[in-house]
């Protein structure tokens, strides 16, 4: 499957990524770079209840089955999302009916209704949708580790909103919004698929969204983070989650690329070696991997498990114990790397022929880095990298203060101090 994406800037400043593939369908994304952490306390939510709004009808598809009859006739599936940094409007299309998908999206962006009593019935909806978040043990732990490590107001608190802002919002301040925060300036289009002429598919872009404003939008990247062990206790569960996170070595730079590459080897190599250790050698655990936390100005990175309370003090030691056999005597080989690199042509692969995956790769990179995603370059930083380097780089992982987040059910005893008695010769 061939990968040759090409970037251009509309009249207005929109930017589209034309992203051609040999199959039947195009799959589109229109994002615009501004999401929950942009919001001002009071607008907490306001974005994620815009985007219900803007799939709840348009003048010429007026209703929700109206929209889904016409998708339906046209071989079309369509969604929205809002996220931290984003909120975007998504859809796959038989590609001969590209244009009807993306007439649709700028339907929705300049004619949805917001009618006063479907605003009324979307306050419930989004308030059901919250408590299925705060019931959920993942989003829990994920509020907890936002909260604990970057003092951030949780995604079931800011992203969806408290209560009150959820029953208080008007449509006139939803519209005033929109018209502030989504501009051509920090609007992004992609379409991956077939594209049998490229040239009148963005002419006709061009055409659809010229009504988008051309003004700054500003985007909130700060992030602040505090080193935590904390746990947050639920008595009626069996197991503990746990999370051992470092900050990261190397900022999220296009010049640091191959370095962060690198560690990420690292990281995969002693993923591996720990997990082996962990359930093959002594049965402690179903389940190791690797886990992030962050944004694209900082993170923390490090490992994601979980086992009974009774054995979480025995795994922190073990985790330590390993890791600084690892870290101190690294045994990393060039086979190590090939059988990584080989085992990864299959999710490339994957990859390559997944027009929803190229979509969310090319507007993802484009939307942190201004840049094309570059498949190939990557591919051959990835077979280029050297045991040497893996070590050289990864140098500091375990140097940065030490957080330990933990989820489930009760337990004894200090897990930083443990870690600090084992991770030593």
């Keep these: 499957m061939k990968y040759n994406p090409t970037l251009h800037k509309l009249s207005n400043g929109v930017t589209v990524i034309l992203d051609p593939m040999d199959i039947e369908t195009v799959a589109i994304k229109v994002l615009f770079t501004t999401g929950d952490r942009d919001e001002l306390p009071h607008e907490y939510g306001i974005t994620h209840f815009c985007e219900h709004m803007l799939c709840k009808g348009t003048s010429q598809l007026p209703n929700k089955k109206a929209i889904d009859d016409y998708m339906d006739y046209y071989g079309a599936s369509r969604n929205a999302v809002t996220g931290n940094a984003y909120m975007a409007l998504i859809g796959r299309v038989l590609a001969e009916n590209v244009n009807i998908l993306i007439d649709f999206f700028g339907d929705q962006l300049q004619d949805s209704l917001f009618e006063p009593d479907k605003i009324e019935i979307e306050r419930n909806v989004i308030c059901d949708e919250r408590r299925r978040m705060l019931d959920n043990p993942d989003r829990q732990f994920g509020d907890f580790i936002s909260k604990h490590l970057f003092d951030y107001a949780t995604f079931s608190f800011r992203g969806i909103g408290p209560v009150e802002n959820i029953m208080s919002f008007t449509r006139e301040q939803m519209l005033e919004f929109i018209s502030r925060r989504f501009s051509a300036k920090n ?82 190599f002693i993923t591996k070696k720990l997990s082996d250790v962990l359930r093959q050698e002594n049965g402690l655990v179903y389940g190791f991997g690797g886990t992030t936390a962050g944004n694209e100005v900082f993170s923390v990175n490090g490992f994601s498990t979980e086992t009974s309370a009774q054995n979480l003090g025995t795994v922190v030691a073990l985790i330590a114990k390993t890791a600084y056999q690892i870290y101190s005597h690294p045994d990393i080989t060039f086979d190590d790397l090939d059988r990584f690199n080989r085992k990864d042509r299959l999710s490339d692969a994957n990859w390559l022929e997944s027009a929803t995956a190229r979509c969310d790769a090319l507007v993802g990179e484009y939307r942190v880095h201004g840049i094309l995603y570059d498949f190939y370059d990557a591919v051959r930083k990835y077979d280029s990298v ?22 489930g059910a009760d337990f004894d005893g200090d897990l930083k101090q443990i870690w600090i008695d084992n991770f030593k010769e």
């Design 187 to 268: 609007c992004i289009i992609c379409l991956s698929g077939r594209l049998d002429n490229p040239d009148a598919t963005l002419a006709h872009i061009e055409k659809r969204f010229s009504f988008l404003p051309t003004h700054d939008v500003s985007q909130n990247t700060e992030i602040h983070y505090t080193p935590a062990v904390a746990h947050n206790s639920l008595p009626d569960k069996n197991n503990v989650r746990l999370r051992i996170l470092f900050p990261e070595i190397w900022s999220n730079t296009i010049e640091n690329e191959y370095k962060r590459i690198c560690v990420s080897r690292f990281k995969r």
């Design 386 to 407: 050297t045991p040497a380097d893996v070590i050289k780089y990864s140098r500091g992982f375990f140097d940065g203060p030490i957080s330990i987040l933990t989820q």
